[in-house]
T-cell receptor, first 113, second 115 residues
Framework: AQSVSQHNHHVILSEAASLELGCNYS??????LFWYVQYPGQHLQLLLKYFSGDPLVKGIKGFEAEFIKSKFSFNLRKPSVQWSDTAEYFCAVIGSSASKIIFGSGTRLSIRP | NAGVTQTPKFQVLKTGQSMTLQCAQDMNHNSMYWYRQDPGMGLRLIYYSASEGTTDKGEVPNGYNVSRLNKREFSLRLESAAPSQTSVYFC??????????????FGPGTRLTVL
């Protein structure tokens, strides 16, 4: 069965620190990968996605993620976080010809000003 | 554009009561989705509709029914609410008919408590 693990439930950083949020998945086939973000009081929205091609994908607000097939990982990174990055981040996986997306449990990111 | 709207925002039910959660999108999207979000479990897909006139079960469909009323509206019905259905419910829509490549646009959520 497919699954997604986000091992960091709550991450606390100071402004300007570098960020890496882990996402590992279990799936026996080709996958499409997503990161969604939910800012306080706002709707969930897409941060970035990977379907194929360059495994390093760039998203909005300076975020990027790297797909490492051998490690079944799709970690989210940002070189220098800002207070406005405080949010909950969700990794999601779906088989490239499947119909049911699986979300991870989410990582809450708190940024100290 | 309002995007994806959900009603109501909050609801308290007693065990055994029924209710329908409403969702509408004004983006002319083909696919629509219903999720529930529980602490520590992320979002779990309840049902989805890849296009008008079709619906399919997701990961946790038991206890729920859905209706894709037209291209804009996708409702979720709880026939006999149980405390285990206490959750935050999110509706989403997507541009394509292929869930595997869809960017999903989410509504604000409905917080449901079943006593």
């Amino acid at each position: 069965a497919q699954s997604v693990s986000q091992h960091n439930h709550h991450v606390i950083l100071s402004e300007a620190a570098s960020l890496e949020l882990g996402c590992n998945y279990s799936y026996g086939g080709t996958v499409n990968l997503f990161w969604y973000v939910q800012y306080p009081g706002q709707h969930l929205q897409l941060l970035l996605k990977y379907f194929s091609g360059d495994p390093l994908v760039k998203g909005i607000k300076g975020f990027e993620a790297e797909f490492i097939k051998s490690k079944f990982s799709f970690n989210l990174r940002k070189p220098s976080v800002q207070w406005s990055d405080t949010a909950e981040y969700f990794c999601a996986v779906i088989g490239s010809s499947a119909s049911k997306i699986i979300f991870g449990s989410g990582t809450r990111l708190s940024i100290r000003p | 554009n309002a995007g994806v709207t959900q009603t109501p925002k909050f609801q308290v039910l007693k065990t055994g009561q029924s209710m329908t959660l409403q969702c509408a999108q004004d983006m002319n999207h083909n696919s629509m989705y219903w999720y529930r979000q529980d602490p520590g479990m992320g979002l779990r897909l309840i049902y989805y509709s890849a296009s008008e006139g079709t619906t399919d079960k997701g990961e946790v469909p038991n206890g729920y029914n859905v209706s894709r009323l037209n291209k804009r509206e996708f409702s979720l019905r709880l026939e006999s609410a149980a405390p285990s259905q206490t959750s935050v419910y999110f509706c989403a829509s997507g541009e394509t008919v292929h869930p595997s490549t869809d960017t999903q646009y989410f509504g604000p959520g409905t917080r449901l408590t079943v006593l």
